[in-house]
């Protein structure tokens, strides 16, 4: 939710209903409780058991839906799409679902995640004549099943998934059928509710609770799940792989009243702020976190410490993407836009600001220096997970490893280089600790990459620059 | 922030600079920051010294101005708008500010308030020919001013505001000066600052903070200040009255990190939660506020009582106005919009829920049942202000007293309507103790008449319908 | 309709109809027949006979009217205006009908002409205190009624249509009545058609045949009609004056299909192009106008002449308002906008280029030269009106006399800068007897100024600069 | 561009340009005189040697571009596409040129004609794996290509036209390289200018006139023509057939400046006029002629027949797409849209009323009943071409055989269904020679198979419906 300032970036939100009459309203909503998960574009495609229908744009899902639009998604089954744009660019024509229209049907594709082997595949595909309409990785899966040589869209998706590797949540329908598919490692959420009688998928459970739903369960790492009017059932394209879930999710992308695995992520981010107080713990007078993603994590590390947290910082709510920046001549002389801090509250104090993570450093600069202005005596940053010292090829856009301050940077150079008087990082095992993860999976069953650099899976040459314009 | 749930709607905020060649620029800053305090239109007045140029529309700061709107807005000085479709009613001819261009020069109003005897006023003027171009009451100051006789707009000004009455904060401007007034009760907030060589004037001190600006001093009730190239002279155009500040900003429309008289209002909200604790304490395992406006409150409450604040209700960030509304059917089922609970926290737990103050109370009840529906085991309400039990005639949209559950119900009975396990207001002594005024003033300065019925002007017939259409 | 390239730009047409259901509809359909006399804006205020609705906007008919709009805009009657910006500039404050509302009720005012003291009557009105909404002429005439201290509409009107000099066709309606009212010279063309049992009226009688309506008679010079329930009453708001229709209605502005004083537009055009071949004839191969408005006048040259009218020239019906237009070096390279020369029917030949009155001059010399580039042996250009020397003050836009090529140059020196053969205008007598009025009234009942500066109303000085920015 | 009212619509224009530094102004421009040939898009897209850029919309040409637009459509060549929605169905998708990107390079095409085996290729691609992004025939083409196995552009374009039948001329442009074909029978009208050293092309020579180029040739039928910075190098990818120009354009489609084959189109009328004046005379008082197509042949029919022409419809020039429908109950009240009649003119008079066609008979009806209401005494109908009895499969939108009022009634009944007095039609034979090409080739080089039923391709069962939606 500060993605503009932190430069760490999600890809996607997916949801899916089969069988309520009022499957894009229900998407809508859905789609709007994911909207934090990318603001780039959103879309609806609808089947009423003859064809599919289409709504989407680029801007946010409020933007691209009227009221009017809902008047052609008639239908009983729908899958929707919000989008951050990482790989493959912005533009109209990535704004998913794909749709892709044949004489012998149609087909539908929603995904979360990026594919690691994407490049290869589209180069392959190329030279055999396909044409592929957007830039999107995604696409590489539409072509895959077109020339499976299957002749069920089941037995198709089930080869074509064969052929992909890295991260990928991926809802795929056709006027009849709807396909849930989840990558062998589980990188990306994805589950499964219930509402009256039809089925409901999400990235995450906070859309089951805006539209009254009830989860029922996670989709497995590995499982390909097939929906329509006889109900659901579930196999496995992929044998056992460790869960790798995205630490990142739990940490800073979804939402504070989302599940993962069961866990609610606004109680795991106050564990590590716990967590946080006890590893790294300081003399102070006001604890306060960086709106809205390390607030949580700030009332742990208060409740921890026995200091009083306080709100020490505002954000400004009504900045959107249009917001015009002050100029250079403006910025130096004070212009802040997004957040302010709280002069009375910290003016003269010892102040320990949490934050969820670092990617590049600048904003938390920026921060500090606001909070000195502001009066602050002392700034003691603690931030609620590791240092990220790798990039992510699974559909995180965080920046090169050129720009990881933590990859290039000792704590104390970032300490000095932030004008903090201290600086802590939670450590990997009280991360996991934190989360409350079974202990009896590797790493928990967490993706640490970005962390370790231990990678789920095979990383290939062209994903080196996954993000490449075509 | 919360304005549509709650039915409780402020006005507008005002903005004015004068001697900085950014001027406009730096009011479009200023009104981002007084965004809060109304959402239907903005607008921007600037002057060159010979002419003055306009921009304003329809919608947030941001949808109305885009960069290249500032091409055109050079000058060295500028009054700026936010409003909220109170009196009058919406369209576009009622964005403020007003502009009015006569053969002799122009003249721009910007106005935070609500005249108690514009409607009698307003009959005068047009039985002797004015003819009004917009429906709000801020439009009878301009006719006022033309018809006053006198030759400089400073005496034209300082004539016809003996002839208002009620709560107003105005900014006027021509071509060469710039003027400043406050009611003889300061109802609503003003203050001074100066960047660099500049006077910069707003309703709230967020937006001195925002553009790097100094607070020097509040604005006088009764107060009629000058500013100009020769710099600022004040003087008074009534004789002394007492201070009678709207209790509400502080409780409700400010934003935290503003200060009032000095007072930092989410400091004065906290306050507010912890004498709420002390006066009505509960055996609860977590305290929650309805986010944003009391979250202040929730963390007093919770650090007074020992119990942990916890995010128990999360903010639909994304929520605009726009938002296509879940048909009955659809809402039944569940569908929710702008706020959900948070499953995890609330489950099999007891409940104190924080809320800054109640209207109508159908809000409240949606909130407890949502809470309830999400598991809480025990739900207590608890208001961080006194019962409303009067309409407001300075500029708030509060209903009218027949739609103000507090003036129509006993505490017992609107707990029971709720569905609440236990409901305790903040008494007003505790109210005025928690914002923490001198307490040498009547009231400690405060405005009290929604809760107390005690207003600080006369009420005139025609104001008890204030927002009937012309 | 070639206004951009002339540089004479018709002000306004007015439309009206009383008593019909489908009242706003047909004025849309009005307003649409009289789209050649303002493209700037449009706007319809109709009555119900409760409260007056207004939909206006910038732009053509068609942009600013969407078959949504029309919902709202029930009622028995209204009144419709197309505007082009002369007097007062443009932007949307200036579309009419212009909308007045007051606590005793409202008032919607269509004005086609200008008045000549209206700068005066604004400063005595500012002067006592009036605020001006506007900068059009029109606003006068509202604040003249509402200060005119009568009890009815009807007689504030006629008082006050006694203070204005000038050109005026009037439309002016409240919830009960419409009035009607021509200037005592008749300068501006007006109509009254019914259509059943309801009242039309209309600058042109062209929409009197879309709609379907008949054509009754034309509005009298100095006639005010009052059209309520009732039915129609004439009275005369002055003595008699003579008729003074503006020769450029037949010359230019109204379309083909209109009737003016019952002569038909294309006829009357088609006699100057007679007249002027035999005032001007020329050896010559092909006859050719400049389409649209010079067409007639070519067709009755080439009658008259025995000379093949040919398609010499062709004109991009697509241009629109927002053409790109070519860079000077693109221009220079030869890109022409809204005129293209068929050069297989000029090539080699003896060309004569009608045009209908000159201006600038500007336009004719680019047309000739095109004619060359394409090949014609000899290009005799012949003008159906005589040569513009003077400024008109009663509502086109014809430039400053400094501006007016036949102001200052004689027919042999525009014959040079034209780089025509040879060239000839129409003579005064030739204009008044091919239009065909009657000879018995002064100059056949035309006002004439423009050609021989006998203006038929005093001149005031502010009038000098009659679209000087207030 | 009387298309709205006839059911009678081309498809599309082209227009190309090598070698220019405002390549794609020039394109911009050219387009614009194309506009009459495809209202629903426009698109263009150009290279500045490295990569190709685009932009395109629906809309009018003036509605898709703005100013701003030309910033980043730098290069030095571009081909550009205005669309009429025939085959394919409208929608964004279909706007040409399309796009084609790839790893290995860029490919964009415009089109104007229509494939008669399209539907038979796209099953067999699909069959092969290819996804349409488009529902348009053009796209066919890039399939092709992409599957040649060729390696060169050049290559696998002369072997994809190989296996397209039909109708069509396109502009084929990568990176380096433009390329221009036209079908073995040149149905559409293709030719080339230079301007400077540049080479442009276009659909029409009216577009080589607004740009000031210089006409060079005609594209001959089975030519692919290849230019680069080499300059222009001429194949031919078929043998010999005989040329067959579609005869409606020069009847209605082409504009009247514009040359096909060198004969000029308003001239080639003009005498389709005069060749019925003298096989189908007849006694009247004036000459009048459908605006704007039937203007050209109206003036040759009274030429020849010595009856004097006129204005006796006048088109409404501001009738654009949007514009709102008369409801039934005022249509029946006589509302009219886009023609009216001018009383003046025909009242009392034996009209003789030239129009250029007829398809569904529907129009001319209403024009006939049009005239008699304003007063004419006879109605003589005369079109200037022969009965349209057979579909076009060529890329006009002509209704299916059942829709043609030619193919289901004689003379006699299509006179009595119009309610004319009389009514006649041109002749095979005097088309022909009025048109005035050369008898030397069979049907003097024109297709005459919507009046003969002589297709001069192939036509297969799938072009039976050729507009089918996939």
């Not at 009423?48 to 289409?54: A, F, I, P, S, T």
């Not at 970005?450 to 990383?459: A, H, K, V």
């Amino acid at each position: 939710m500060f993605a503009e300032i932190k430069g760490l970036n999600e890809e996607c939100g997916v949801f899916a209903i089969w069988g309520h009459k009022d499957a894009a309203s229900l998407t809508y909503y859905g789609l709007h409780s994911l909207q934090h998960r990318g603001q780039e574009g959103a879309g609806i495609v609808v089947t009423d058991g003859e064809e599919l229908k289409v709504h989407k744009g680029l801007g946010l899902v409020n933007d691209v839906f009227k009221p009017e639009d809902f008047a052609n998604l008639t239908g009983k089954a729908a899958i929707g799409h919000v989008r951050y744009a990482t790989a493959g660019g912005g533009g109209f024509a990535n704004v998913q679902p794909l749709l892709f229209r044949s004489q012998r049907g149609s087909l539908a594709i929603a995904h979360n995640g990026n594919l690691v082997n994407a490049n290869s595949m589209k180069h392959q595909l190329e030279s055999q004549g396909s044409i592929f309409q957007s830039t999107s990785d995604t696409e590489v899966l539409a072509h895959l099943i077109k020339r499976s040589g299957y002749s069920t869209l089941e037995e198709q998706l089930y080869s074509s998934l064969a052929m992909l590797k890295g991260a990928y949540a991926f809802a795929v329908m056709n006027e009849n059928q709807l396909f849930i598919a989840l990558d062998p490692n589980g990188l990306r959420p994805l589950s499964i509710g219930r509402l009256g009688d039809a089925y409901v998928v999400s990235s995450e459970t906070c859309a089951f609770d805006l539209i009254g739903a009830t989860f029922e369960r996670e989709v497995e790492p590995g499982e390909l799940i097939t929906i329509d009017d006889n109900g659901l059932r579930s196999q496995r394209f992929t044998g056992k792989a460790p869960r790798a879930i995205c630490s990142m999710e739990y940490i800073y992308f979804a939402r504070p009243d989302s599940n993962i695995d069961e866990f609610n992520v606004h109680t795991s981010r106050k564990n590590l702020g716990k967590q946080l107080a006890m590893e790294a713990p300081v003399e102070a007078d006001v604890v306060t976190g960086v709106p809205d993603s390390s607030i949580s994590a700030a009332i742990g590390y208060a409740e921890q410490a026995g200091i009083p947290y306080e709100l020490g910082m505002i954000k400004n709510r009504y900045v959107g993407r249009t917001f015009i920046q002050p100029s250079q001549e403006l910025r130096e002389q004070g212009v802040k836009m997004k957040l302010s801090a709280v002069r009375k509250v910290v003016e003269g104090k010892r102040v320990v600001m949490i934050d969820d993570s670092i990617v590049r450093g600048t904003t938390s600069r920026r921060i500090v220096n606001m909070l000195r202005e502001a009066g602050a005596k002392e700034v003691h940053v603690r931030i609620s997970s590791p240092p990220i010292k790798n990039p992510c090829f699974y559909g995180i856009d965080t920046s090169t490893t050129g720009e990881l301050i933590a990859a290039n940077h000792s704590i104390e150079e970032m300490c000095e280089m932030m004008g903090a008087d201290s600086l802590a990082f939670l450590s990997v095992d009280g991360l996991t600790k934190g989360i409350g993860r079974s202990a009896d999976e590797p790493n928990c069953g967490q993706c640490l990459a970005c962390f370790t650099g231990n990678y789920p899976t095979e990383i290939y040459p062209d994903t080196l620059h996954p993000y490449a314009k075509v």
